[in-house]
């Protein structure tokens, strides 16, 4: 519960912002821009994070393609020292996920499971978040499926091209 409540607060700048890299705009915030991870700062309390938009989605219901409209679709990995957090993954997928429903991970020949609340969804622990940057680093691709509370099955794949840069240059920037 700490984990979501701490995530929540810095919800709302992550989303202004990563919007914005999304549309691979300049932001004020963007401090680098690594391939397909664009990494920002925000400052009192400091955060750091790297995120990125999905390559590719799919929206399917009743095992038909069916066009939905979704607000920002985004994986995070925030760093926020005020917090003692380092390396959480988050991921948004822009519509409320269904109630008690599960996001699957897949990065290469690893399976996660990500807990979700309302438009959240994230490893369940902080050891899980470390398993899952370690795949991230590994893999070329990450692929999230999830459904939404309408009954969509959404799939949406991650480019993992500047992970490792985006994830590295966020963490040393709120090491101080």
């Known amino acids: 519960m700490i984990r979501q409540t701490l995530f929540a607060l810095g919800a709302t700048t992550l989303i202004a912002a990563a919007g914005m890299a999304s549309a691979q705009d300049v932001s004020t915030n963007q401090v680098a821009n690594k391939t397909d991870w664009s990494v920002f700062v925000d400052g009192d309390p400091k955060e750091c994070w790297g995120v990125s938009a999905p390559t590719e989605t799919l929206n399917t219901r009743d095992d038909r393609i069916v066009s939905v409209r979704r607000g920002d679709i985004l994986l995070f990995v925030v760093f926020r020292p005020g917090d003692n957090v380092k390396g959480e993954?988050?991921?948004t997928g822009g519509y409320p996920f269904a109630e008690g429903s599960t996001v699957d991970v897949?990065?290469?020949d690893s399976s996660f499971e990500f807990t979700t609340s309302g438009e959240w969804a994230w490893p369940s622990t902080t050891a899980d978040d470390a398993n899952v940057?370690?795949?991230m680093k590994r893999g070329r691709n990450a692929v999230l499926v999830a459904r939404s509370s309408r009954g969509t099955r959404t799939q949406d794949t991650f480019s993992l091209l500047g992970f490792t840069a985006a994830l590295d240059e966020a963490?040393?920037?709120?090491?101080?």
Not at 171 to 176: D, F, G, L
């Open 89 to 91: 993954v988050a991921f």
């Open 106 to 108: 897949q990065i290469g």
């Open 133 to 135: 940057v370690a795949a």
């Open 171 to 176: 963490e040393k920037r709120c090491a101080s």
